[in-house]
């Protein structure tokens, strides 16, 4: 592959490998005089690209960053009219290297393992030494190869000190059409990067090595299923089917171990659950009588250091914020014409989006008002329009449903809210404007149970009709499906992205890629039915059980203290 990044950079660079995608391609046609350049002149061979940028000294093209994650670039979806080539084959999709097997897809996905592999950040520093180090210039410059046009260097020419109109107006165009090289940062060699931890992310390195360290009985109520686990910073939030709310802490070294803590076997343990932040205490709300209370129905968020859980599925139509700190409901919020049957929150806590069985979803900006702007409240606990945790109204009301919505997604970073409903149908708008963008369907148009999506743009959906699976890239194109093992209760991801947790009646643990939906690896259980499933930041799996216990998955301490963990990564074990 081509290395990422080069001396120059230019809209002419991001225009021959974008013109395939609006606006690049209207932008492409109107510096040709409202035409595609010749045929044989477009981006069309990622070989023959590639084999012109080793042979062509004038050819000085970098990769992108959407190599690394569109693969939409690569196609020519919208069956532009590219024109015909010399050897007479119209020009349409991108030709891929043999080991892409025609799939964009993993050609992206393939590209971006290889620039975040091992071999490239132990090398890293060469190129470093080429872009913005030592190599830029003099001696060792030339003695790399890697030498260019001097006005391209930083403080070749003094353009505002120029005369000659002519020259500066030429040096102008050579700037904007070639680009600049970069300020030279270092002038010694950089230091090559350290090995990686492959404790920092075990279930890339080493997924065998995660198993079942410890359990916890229940404490709240015997025989009651946990229902909901949800994590903020050092804590576990807890949640039964009896209502009963539980906060504990995380810990992460053996050192915090407290009596909380029983172990299952005799291995020691390196992350396990702690002692209560606040004790387990019922929450005074009642369901609607046609709910079925699960993990659709919470959420965690956290504003500034408050902590907070939202509950939906009221027999009143409302949802309610209830403080962390003591358990008490400090919100309440009655917009949707009926019940509130799940909820969603942003990856950084500023935006909820509420789903109904109304058929509409509702978008609320967090309150992230000044703490000294909040109000004391009275004897009966009202609550100051500056003391509002979600502002009273939506800012969007979303429609396009015709059936109950049973699962949500909602990403700032991403700018969309994806929901699914019983009558099998997933809707994407926009979240900034709340306009309407695509529409995909189950296959067989069975409801939709439960939904997750990646930063990526990876978005999976599950129907518990028929335990399928289906994988759609956030442009709505289906990439995999595959069928559960048994029925799911939850499905989470890992912090990264790259690999989605699956559990349910049948008591293990399946681990699946959100590449291909292949089953990564499988932990079973401890003969449990799982009902709820996180996923920490250091990878590990906390898992609430049918009888109200808690099962901790993470690296065994043996393997750590002896430094024998693989520092390759596992292959896929296959679809399943």
């Not at 230091?191 to 075990?202: F, L, N, S, T």
């Not at 910073?233 to 992460?252: F, H, P, Q």
């Not at 956030?474 to 093992?485: F, L, Y």
């Amino acid at each position: 592959s081509f290395y990422y990044g080069s001396h120059y950079s230019s809209m002419g660079i991001v225009l021959h490998y974008l013109l395939r995608l609006e606006p690049f391609t209207t932008l492409h046609r109107s510096l040709q005089g409202g035409k595609f350049d010749h045929a044989d002149r477009l981006f069309q061979s990622i070989d023959s690209a590639y084999r012109n940028s080793l042979s062509n000294s004038s050819d000085v093209k970098e990769l992108i960053p959407e190599f690394f994650y569109m693969p939409e670039f690569l196609e020519n979806s919208n069956s532009y009219h590219l024109g015909i080539k010399q050897d007479g084959e119209p020009l349409g999709d991108v030709a891929l290297p043999p080991w892409a097997k025609g799939s964009p897809e993993e050609f992206i996905h393939i590209n971006r393992e290889a620039l975040e592999s091992e071999y490239v950040s132990s090398n890293l520093h060469h190129w470093i030494d080429l872009i913005f180090g030592y190599k830029q210039r003099g001696q060792p410059a030339v003695e790399a190869a890697n030498i260019f046009y001097y006005v391209t260097y930083e403080g070749a020419v003094d353009l505002e000190n120029m005369d000659d109109m002519i020259q500066k107006y030429a040096i102008e165009d050579q700037i904007a059409n070639f680009g600049q090289t970069p300020i030279q940062i270092f002038r010694v060699k950089h230091p090559r990067r350290g090995p990686p931890i492959p404790i920092a992310h075990p279930l890339y390195f080493a997924p065998q090595s995660i198993t079942l360290t410890s359990s916890v009985s229940s404490t709240i109520s015997h025989m009651s299923a946990v229902l909901f686990i949800g994590l903020l910073d050092n804590t576990i939030i807890l949640m039964n089917e009896g209502l009963i709310l539980s906060v504990k802490l995380w810990l992460t070294t053996r050192t915090q171990l407290g009596g909380n803590f029983t172990f299952s076997g005799p291995q020691e343990n390196f992350f396990g659950v702690g002692s209560d932040v606040i004790s387990p205490r019922k929450i005074g709300t009642f369901l609607a009588e046609n709910v079925k209370f699960g993990r659709q129905l919470l959420a965690t968020m956290q504003i500034n250091s408050d902590k907070y859980l939202i509950l939906c599925g009221n027999w009143e139509n409302s949802f309610q914020i209830i403080s962390l700190s003591d358990g008490r409901i400090v919100q309440s919020i009655r917009q949707h014409k009926d019940v509130v049957g799940c909820v969603a929150v942003s990856s950084d806590g500023n935006v909820v989006a509420t789903g109904s069985y109304d058929t509409t979803v509702m978008i609320w900006h967090a309150f992230r008002g000044r703490p000294s702007e909040k109000k004391m409240r009275t004897a009966n606990f009202e609550i100051s329009e500056n003391d509002h945790i979600i502002m009273e109204r939506p800012v969007h009301i979303l429609c396009g449903h015709d059936d109950i919505i049973t699962c949500l997604f909602v990403s700032t970073e991403l700018d969309i809210v994806v929901s699914g409903s019983k009558d099998g149908t997933c809707i994407f708008h926009t979240l900034r404007e709340g306009r309407y963008v695509r529409s995909i369907r189950h296959p067989s148009g069975f409801g939709l149970s439960k939904l997750v999506a990646t930063r990526h743009g990876r978005v999976v959906l599950y129907s518990e009709i028929d335990l399928s699976l289906h994988m759609h890239s956030i442009n709505g194109k289906h990439i995999a499906s595959a069928t559960s093992i048994g029925r799911l209760n939850c499905m989470e991801l890992s912090c990264c992205g790259e690999f989605m947790a699956c559990a349910g009646e049948h008591g293990q643990i399946v681990l699946r890629s959100m590449h291909s939906l292949d089953i990564v690896w499988k932990y079973p259980g401890a003969g449990k039915g799982i009902t709820s499933l996180a996923m920490t930041r250091e990878e590990c799996f906390i898992a609430g059980t049918k009888d109200g216990s808690l099962l901790v998955f993470s690296v065994e301490t043996a393997l750590i203290r002896r430094g024998s963990m693989p520092q390759t990564s596992v292959k896929p074990s296959g679809a399943g």
